[in-house]
C-alpha cells in the first residue's frame, strides 16, 4: 500500500492523521443528522485527509527545521484541510459565476 501510496507522492502516515485531525475538526463542527449529511462528513473528511496528504510536505519544504514535528504538522492541516477545501471550492463557484465581476470586487471595487 505503501507503493502505491507514493506513486501519488503522499505518505500514509500524513493521510491517518489527516483523517485524524478532519475528523475531529467534524465532531466539533457541523451536526450530522440525516443520511445524506453522514455521506457528505465522510467525503468533507476524505477531502481533509487528501489536503494533509499534499500540502504537509509543502510546509515542510517551506519550514525544513519542522520537520521533527512532521506528524503535529499533518494533524493540523487536517483540521483545517476542510476549511481549505470549502474555501476553494467557494471561490470557485463565485469565479465561474462572473469572473469579472469577481475580479473587480477583489481589486476594491464595489459590486
Do not use: C
Amino acid at each position: 500500500m505503501e507503493d502505491f501510496l507514493a506513486k501519488l507522492g503522499v505518505k500514509g502516515i500524513h493521510l491517518l492523521t489527516g483523517l485524524l485531525g478532519s475528523s475531529i475538526a467534524l465532531l466539533y463542527g457541523n451536526k450530522v443528522k440525516t443520511w445524506r449529511d453522514k455521506v457528505k462528513a465522510i467525503l468533507i473528511v476524505l477531502s481533509g485527509a487528501t489536503v494533509t496528504g499534499y500540502v504537509t510536505p509543502l510546509v515542510l519544504l517551506y519550514k525544513p527545521n519542522w520537520i521533527d514535528a512532521e506528524y503535529s504538522i499533518a494533524f493540523v492541516v487536517g483540521i483545517f484541510g476542510m476549511s481549505i477545501i470549502k474555501d476553494v471550492f467557494q471561490f470557485l463557484y463565485d469565479f465561474g459565476k462572473n469572473p469579472m465581476e469577481y475580479l473587480r470586487m477583489l481589486r476594491g471595487g464595489k459590486k
